[in-house]
């Protein structure tokens, strides 16, 4: 019988392509390097929640902090904002840089910076509200 109208080494490929997705849905799922969203429920705008981590094989930490989407509306709706902050790599000597790269509709979170960024500094790559946050806004 000819399943389809695949010949023998194209059923040994779908049968290939079945058992590999079968066994992808075993595979545990990444953790994502930023802390859960939900703990930020009930807290009020400004409130900042961490995770510690590595980025680029380096000390850094992944947060959120609240924001409110129209800061002149006290009744405003209150979003969470992600950053990572990249730790110094030598002395600490300055205040902390704030990387506010790409362009419309980019993300500014992964951009990894020249190393001399990183010497004397903290490094702090800020979402933006629409690309990098809970919500994402869609050009039409």
Same mark, same amino acid.
């Given at each position: ?26 595979? !545990?799922?990444?953790?994502?390097? *930023?802390?859960? @969203?939900?703990?930020? &429920? ?9 995770? !510690?981590? @590595? ?6 930490? *992944? ?10 509306? !006290?009744?405003?709706? &209150?979003?969470?904002? !992600? *950053? ?12 902390? &840089? ?12 992964? @951009? ?29």
């Amino acid at each position: 019988m000819n399943l389809c109208g695949l010949d023998s080494s194209d059923r040994r490929a779908l049968w290939i392509a079945v058992l590999l997705f079968l066994l992808a849905g075993t595979l !545990p799922a990444q953790d994502s390097p *930023f802390p859960d @969203r939900g703990l930020l &429920l009930g807290m009020e705008g400004g409130a900042v929640v961490l995770k !510690p981590g @590595r980025m680029y094989q380096h000390s850094a930490e *992944f947060g959120y902090v609240q924001l409110s989407e129209n800061r002149n509306d !006290p009744h405003s709706r &209150l979003t969470p904002l !992600p *950053f990572i902050r990249h730790h110094v790599r030598k002395d600490s000597v300055s205040e902390p &840089l704030f990387i506010l790269g790409g362009g419309p509709g980019k993300s500014n979170l992964w @951009r990894e910076m020249p190393e001399v960024f990183y010497a004397h500094n903290d490094v702090i790559n800020v979402g933006y509200r629409g690309v990098d946050g809970e919500e994402q806004l869609e050009n039409r």
